[in-house]
């Protein structure tokens, strides 16, 4: 069985120079680790994985939620980083990107927004030798946040009358979001978790299923809310080797059926850009490598064979794609939400 390689938002050094049976041998050493005497060589263990926070945030996306634990209602889709190491020792993050989120009032909103961030960064080891890296925002200005379309046609024929109300909401909301930091957990089995907000030592992020696979990775777990001609891309995932699968598991809630689609990142990308500047929903820009649906009331379990490559799950609840079609249940015109949680995972194919 390969080992599976990890990913996180932060690579941390604890495997250098600590001996190759564990990639967190270093939590053997726990308690002068973990030591408040010991931030400097802390701080000095993580400088060597902080190379590649950057690489790690633009191959990846971050989930929107109003609260840690609503469903996703948007994403995020770093684009350009740059960091710097302070005097200090903190983290100096440059960021841009672009995403989109949905609302009552709004339909689909897309934007995009740039940011810059200083990180007091720090990690700990917890009792079953979990890596707890800590991402502590000390200093974060007003970010750049302009909105690209609204899909409420009302909306859109007031564009540039709502649209610097819409920016300021947004900046308000990026602000908070981006005040709370964030957490990577790395386990002793290389899985890696994150979540925002600094979490206790022991404290997992919400996760909808409980799946003990050991030969498989899991790259990301959660609950999202696709509307009504809506979808969300999930990724980009990173498939490092021949030979493997994609694993999904999910549970739909709200609507009969909801489409589910697995794209290279070059075809997705290009579905992803048509999503963000148009306001109406449209067809993919091409036909997805795996293509089903999701009924409610069954537990959907699929593995997709994959050659090495970089993918999105995407799900899809409209007419445009696929075999569903959205259904109206709500009064005064509001659509359901197909509320889908899932978990994605990347193993040896079947």
């Not at 897309?110 to 940011?115: D, E, L, N, P, V």
């Not at 999930?234 to 021949?242: A, H, K, L, S």
């Amino acid at each position: 069985m390969r080992s599976a390689r990890t990913r996180s938002v932060v690579l941390l050094a604890a495997a250098v120079g600590f001996g190759a049976c564990s990639p967190n041998s270093v939590c053997k050493l726990a308690g002068p680790i973990n030591d408040p005497s010991n931030r400097t060589l802390r701080r000095s263990i993580m400088y060597f994985g902080l190379g590649q926070f950057c690489q790690q945030m633009t191959t990846r996306s971050a989930p929107l939620k109003l609260t840690a634990d609503s469903p996703i209602i948007g994403r995020f889709y770093p684009q350009h980083c740059r960091q710097d190491v302070l005097d200090n020792g903190d983290l100096l993050v440059h960021f841009d990107g672009f995403g989109y989120a949905w609302t009552n009032l709004s339909k689909k909103v897309t934007f995009s927004s740039a940011a810059v961030i200083q990180y007091n960064q720090d990690f700990r080891c917890a009792d079953d030798n979990s890596i707890y890296a800590y991402f502590d925002t000390r200093v974060a200005p007003p970010p750049d946040f302009h909105v690209v379309q609204i899909e409420q046609p009302v909306a859109n024929l007031v564009k540039d009358w709502v649209a610097p109300y819409a920016d300021t909401f947004g900046r308000q909301i990026v602000s908070g979001k981006l005040a709370q930091g964030f957490t990577v957990i790395r386990g002793d089995d290389g899985s890696t978790a994150f979540d925002l907000g600094h979490l206790t030592l022991g404290q997992r992020p919400i996760h909808p299923f409980n799946l003990h696979t050991s030969n498989r990775l899991e790259w990301e777990s959660g609950r999202t809310s696709v509307y009504a001609n809506e979808r969300d891309f999930i990724g980009p995932i990173t498939v490092e080797d021949g030979g493997r699968a994609i694993y999904l598991t999910m549970q739909l809630d709200g609507q009969p059926s909801v489409n589910v689609f697995l794209v290279s990142k070059s075809e997705g990308d290009a579905s992803l850009q048509l999503y963000v500047n148009y306001a109406a929903i449209g067809p993919l820009a091409f036909p997805p490598r795996f293509g089903d649906f999701v009924q409610y009331g069954v537990q959907y379990q699929r593995a997709v064979p994959v050659p090495a490559g970089m993918y999105y799950v995407v799900i899809d609840n409209s007419a445009s794609a696929g075999r569903t079609v959205p259904t109206p249940v709500l009064p005064f015109g509001v659509d359901a939400a197909a509320v889908v949680s899932y978990a994605i995972q990347i193993g040896d194919a079947p």
